[in-house]
């Protein structure tokens, strides 16, 4: 085990349907991520946390929302998805965000989330 | 923005034989991480190097960072089934985020 755990592991849910997702480490870590891996584009990063501040957006579709109410914790509200939003979402974090000094991400298991 | 491209894509190999990835930034690197990926698993990581031109070993893995710290290399000497997964890099960003490369699927025929 990394110390990142999400729940759930798998996820089916239909295009109408309001799922979350959850992230939750106790390593102490500052910085929080989720990244989205599918085949067509693996390791893509859609929101970084820092100290509970949301440092980084990459341009992610509204329909998905996080939420970090604390440094250990760390949700993705789903809303409406796409059967192409079907993928693996992994959480990760690390002890700050990652600098030439800085350590290494640790991921959760991730959750595999299909859309129909 | 800033880009980290990594290839092969994919590599087969037959067991006892080596492989290499490479990876490469079109931006100076904080430093250089990486990761191995087990089929079904999620991304571990192995190293991280931060000084230009430092070289790290793991038992079979040898670990490179380019001298102007914008490309890295992983080298497995006689592979092993084990060695089966992918293998991602990851370079330092300006902003202090991580940027993956897109991995190396690595196969190995026993």
Not at chain 1, 60 to 74: I, K, T
Not at chain 2, 25 to 47: A, D, E
Not at chain 2, 54 to 79: D, P
Request: hydrophobic share 30%.
């Amino acid at each position: 085990e990394t110390g990142v755990t999400q729940t759930p592991r798998h996820l089916v849910m239909g295009m109408t349907n309001k799922k979350s997702l959850k992230c939750e480490q106790h390593l102490g870590h500052n910085a929080m991520y989720w990244y989205k891996q599918s085949a067509k584009k693996p390791l893509e990063l859609m929101f970084v946390y820092n100290f509970k501040e949301q440092t980084e957006n990459n341009s992610v579709p509204s329909r998905f929302s996080p939420e970090c109410p604390n440094s250990s914790h760390l949700f993705l509200h789903l809303h409406t998805l796409q059967p192409e939003d079907s993928a693996l979402y992994l959480c990760a974090s690390s002890q700050d965000l990652a600098t030439s000094w800085d350590t290494e991400a640790f991921f959760g298991q991730g959750t595999r989330l299909t859309v129909v | 923005g800033q880009q980290v491209m990594q290839i092969p894509q994919y590599q087969h190999v037959q067991e006892g034989e080596d492989f290499t990835t490479y990876c490469n930034s079109s931006t100076t690197l904080s430093n250089i991480q990486w990761y191995k990926q087990r089929p079904g698993g999620h991304p571990v990581f192995l190293i991280q190097l931060v000084k230009s031109g430092e070289v790290k070993k793991q038992k079979r893995l040898t670990f490179q960072f380019g001298e102007a710290k914008k490309n890295s290399s992983l080298h497995i000497t006689a592979t092993q089934t084990t060695d089966v997964g992918t293998y991602f890099c990851a370079g330092g960003g300006s902003q202090g985020n991580l940027i993956f490369g897109k991995g190396t699927k690595l196969s190995v025929k026993p």
